[in-house]
């Protein structure tokens, strides 16, 4: 399902501003409801993968999650047995990447299971729940993401039908 596409360039971007202020708050409210020490996770999710079209979203926000995925589960079998160091960090991402290289998922997946060792090896040593906050907040904020587009996009294909 494609968004129709506004005449004026402002638009576009003021839709844009709405989508990112709404999907934050309702990102970092829910993360918090369910119970996230980490709650500005959601809205970092909803931010990195709200697009101009539902499916733009729905992709990178599935690219976003198999990262996160793979980097978490890589960072949490092989960080608990190193401290943090670059060069730890540097290896876990090395096998994290290597991991997706082998099978074949694309660059943008990489760079979230980057991110995701990164964060998760950094963090994890200070507080035993931020890879679990990392998940589940990761779900909220592409979650809420699809849930704006898909509403935004029904109001202005409604919208176009009136006029």
Do not use: C
Request: cysteine-free; overall charge positive; proline content about 2%.
């Amino acid at each position: 399902m494609e968004e129709l596409k506004s005449q004026n360039p402002s638009d576009n971007l003021t839709s844009l501003i709405w989508k990112l202020s709404i999907g934050s708050t309702l990102a970092w409210e829910i993360s918090k409801f369910f119970g996230s020490e980490h709650p500005y996770l959601g809205p970092v999710s909803l931010i990195l993968t709200i697009q101009t079209t539902m499916d733009k979203t729905v992709s990178l926000s599935f690219k976003r999650v198999i990262g996160t995925m793979i980097g978490i589960i890589i960072t949490v079998i092989v960080a608990s047995h190193l401290k943090v160091t670059g060069l730890n960090l540097g290896l876990i991402i090395l096998i994290g990447t290597y991991t997706a290289k082998f099978l074949k998922l694309d660059k943008k997946v990489l760079h979230q299971i980057a991110l995701t060792i990164l964060f998760v090896f950094a963090f994890e040593h200070k507080s035993d729940h931020y890879a679990m906050d990392r998940m589940r907040d990761t779900l909220v904020g592409v979650l809420v993401a699809s849930l704006i587009q898909f509403i935004w996009s029904s109001l202005n294909s409604r919208k176009k039908t009136m006029k």
